[in-house]
C-alpha cells in the first residue's frame, strides 16, 4: 500500500459503522494527526435502512431514528466518508457462498467481515492509504472479534500488517506503520471484552456524547423470518436476477408462495401497504375494493385458481373477514378484474406462509 | 449558471446520496447540483454528507408534484473527491 500522502502525514481508511466503536478508532487516529476517510458498505441488509425506506412519520419525525449514523459520523468527525453500493456483489459472494458459515440463521459474521475488510483494501491502495482500520474490540463479539476470528479476518482479507483495530490495538500484534513509528502505538487503546468502560471513558476525553446505543441484532441476515424468505426466493429465482429492490419486498409485510412462479405480500398496515404500492411498477396487485384491507402485490402471472386464491387472502387481510362474497379487485393498474371471495382458511394459510414463526 | 441536476426518485436512501456524490464528482468547485428525491429520509441524510465531504448543502424546495428538489454547492477541499 501507498505509505505517504501529499501531506507527508500516515493515511488511514476505517469502515465505520458510526456506532461509537468505530467512531472512537477514529478519533484515536485523527487525535495522533493521521488522515482518516471512512467507508461504509451498503449491503441491503441493515434494519435502519428499512425502517429509513418504510418512513413511518413517528419515526421521520425524529431524526435519530432515520439518519444514516455513518454519515452523521462523519459530519461530526470532519473526515469524508463515503458510503459504497456492495447489495447485488454482497448477495452473490458472500450470503450465497460463506466459506465459514452461517450463524443463527443466514448470517455469515465471518465472511461478511472478510468482504469489507478486502474492499476496504482495495479502497485504501486506490487512495494510498497504508492502513485499514476498523473498531473492532477484542472478545466483544463471540462469532467475529475472539482472537481467532480476527487473525483469521486479518489473513484472508489480504491486509496482514495493515489492518488496525485502535481500540484494542495493545492487544494484538503491531502494525508495519506502528513499527516503522508511523503510528505511535502508545496512544492506541486496550480495551477488551463485552464491558464498555474504556469507550465510554474515550468518548467522555473526545467529548463525544451523541452516539447511537449498541443494538446488535441490526442485520436481517440473523433474522430467522428473513433468512426463511430469502431461502424461499432463492429456490425460486436465478440468484443473478435478484436485485436490491427484491431484498427491499423481503423485509415487508406477509409473503405467501402459491406457485413456483408466483408470490403474494400483503402489508401488515398501511405504511407497509404504501411501499408495497410504490413498489408495484407494473406488477399487479390486490386488494378488497372498498381499500378498507392490506394490499397485496403479486409477483408472477396467476391463473384463475391462483386470482381466486389471492382474493381469498384480500378478503382475510381485510376488515371483512368474516364476511362472504367480498368484492376483491386485482391486476396491473388500469387492468383490473373483480372477484369475489370469502377468507381464506386458517389452514390454508399455514401451507402457503412463507418465514411464519 | 447551469445548474447540473440528478434525478433519485424511486430509489431509497442511501442509493440518493451515492448517486449526488458520482454526480459532484463530475462538477467543478462551486458549482450548483440540484437533486431531485422521494424519499424523505433524503431531507436527513444530505446535511450529513455535505458536511462530511465538505460541499454545501443550500436547503429544498417543493417540485409540482410534490417530489423534493435539494441543492448543494459543491465544495473546493480534498475532502469532495
Known amino acids: ?149 480476527l487473525a483469521l479476518i486479518e489473513e484472508e482479507s489480504g491486509l496482514r500488517g495493515s489492518l488496525l483495530r485502535p481500540l484494542s490495538a495493545a492487544h494484538l500484534p503491531p502494525t508495519e506503520a506502528e513499527k516503522a513509528g508511523r503510528i505511535d502505538r502508545s496512544r492506541l487503546g486496550a480495551a477488551h471484552g463485552r464491558a464498555r468502560r474504556v469507550q465510554l471513558e474515550l468518548a467522555r476525553r473526545f467529548g463525544i456524547e451523541e452516539f447511537p446505543t449498541p443494538s446488535g441484532g441490526c442485520c436481517f441476515l440473523a433474522d430467522r423470518n428473513f433468512a426463511a424468505r430469502l431461502r424461499d426466493l432463492l429456490a425460486h429465482r436465478e440468484p443473478r436476477s435478484i436485485a436490491r429492490e427484491d431484498l427491499v419486498l423481503l423485509k415487508v409485510g406477509r409473503h405467501f408462495r402459491l406457485a413456483h412462479d408466483l408470490k403474494a405480500i400483503f402489508g401488515r398496515d398501511e405504511v407497509e401497504s404504501r411501499l408495497l404500492r410504490r413498489e408495484a411498477r407494473g406488477r399487479s396487485v390486490c386488494q378488497v375494493v372498498d381499500g378498507r384491507g392490506s394490499l397485496g402485490l403479486v409477483e408472477g402471472e396467476p391463473g384463475p385458481r391462483e386470482m381466486r386464491e389471492l382474493a381469498a387472502l384480500a378478503v382475510r387481510y381485510s376488515s371483512h373477514r368474516a364476511a362472504a362474497e367480498v368484492p376483491v379487485r386485482i391486476g396491473r393498474e388500469g387492468q383490473e378484474q373483480r372477484l369475489s371471495a370469502s377468507a381464506v382458511r386458517e389452514e390454508r394459510i399455514r401451507e402457503l406462509r412463507i418465514g411464519w414463526a | 449558471m447551469t445548474v447540473a441536476r440528478v434525478d433519485t426518485r424511486g430509489l431509497y436512501c442511501p442509493v440518493p446520496v451515492l448517486r449526488t456524490r458520482d454526480r459532484l464528482r463530475g462538477l467543478s468547485p462551486g458549482a450548483i447540483l440540484e437533486v431531485v428525491a422521494d424519499d424523505p429520509v433524503v431531507l436527513t441524510d444530505m446535511p450529513l454528507f455535505c458536511r462530511s465531504h465538505g460541499h454545501e448543502y443550500l436547503g429544498h424546495d417543493r417540485g409540482p408534484a410534490g417530489e423534493l428538489c435539494l441543492r448543494i454547492r459543491k465544495g473546493g477541499g480534498a475532502r469532495g473527491e
Open chain 1, 1 to 149: 500500500m501507498g505509505s505517504e500522502t501529499r501531506s507527508g502525514r500516515p493515511k488511514a481508511l476505517g469502515l465505520i459503522s458510526g456506532g461509537l466503536d468505530s467512531t472512537l478508532a477514529a478519533r484515536i487516529l485523527t487525535e495522533q494527526g493521521i488522515e482518516v476517510e471512512g467507508v461504509h458498505f451498503s449491503t441491503g441488509f441493515c434494519k435502519v435502512d428499512h425502517r429509513r425506506a418504510l418512513g413511518r412519520p413517528e419515526d421521520l419525525e425524529r431524526p435519530a431514528r432515520v439518519r444514516n449514523e455513518a454519515l452523521r459520523a462523519g459530519a461530526d468527525l470532519a473526515v469524508p466518508v463515503d458510503v459504497v453500493d456492495v447489495a447485488e456483489e454482497y448477495l452473490r459472494e458472500v450470503v450465497l457462498r460463506p466459506r465459514h458459515g452461517y450463524g443463527s440463521a443466514m448470517n455469515p459474521c465471518i465472511d461478511c467481515r472478510i468482504f469489507m475488510l478486502r474492499k476496504a483494501g482495495e479502497l485504501a491502495r486506490e487512495r494510498g492509504a497504508e492502513i485499514v482500520f476498523t473498531g473492532e474490540v477484542v472478545g466483544q463479539r463471540p462469532m467475529s472479534q475472539h482472537h481467532a476470528a
